[in-house]
């Protein structure tokens, strides 16, 4: 499985930015997909899950209300549209599919100025 993310990039506070991770290859055995993030210096930060069927999702106190997790299986692809951003939610956002792997995408930076 390979992922690769698009999406991301700068934005001003209270702006909107939609993260995307295409999988290519046999995500069968998936049962779970996630967002986390990371700022220099600090660790891995989770941000949000939603399962395979995408009726059951999560989210991090810190984005919740703010950031939606969403799949579309037909394309593979998980999303995360973020609003109303705020400065500290720069980092490098990473996504993740959970399964007998683990299996991570390249990350993508999301600069948010104040």
């Known amino acids: 499985v390979q992922l690769v993310q698009s999406g991301g990039g700068s934005v001003q506070a209270g702006g909107s930015l939609r993260l995307a991770c295409a999988a290519s290859g046999s995500i069968f055995s998936i049962n779970t997909m996630k967002w986390y993030r990371q700022v220099p210096g600090k660790g891995l930060e989770w941000v949000s899950s939603?399962?395979?069927?995408?009726?059951?999702?999560d989210y991090a106190d810190s984005v919740k209300g703010r950031f939606t997790i969403s799949r579309d299986n037909a394309k593979n692809t998980l999303y995360l549209q973020m609003n109303s951003l705020k400065p500290e939610d720069t980092a490098v956002y990473l996504c993740?599919?959970?399964?007998?792997?683990?299996?991570w995408g390249q990350g993508t930076q999301v600069t948010v100025s104040s």
């Open positions: 993740n599919f959970h399964g007998r792997s683990d299996y």
């Open positions: 939603i399962n395979t069927g995408g009726d059951n999702s």
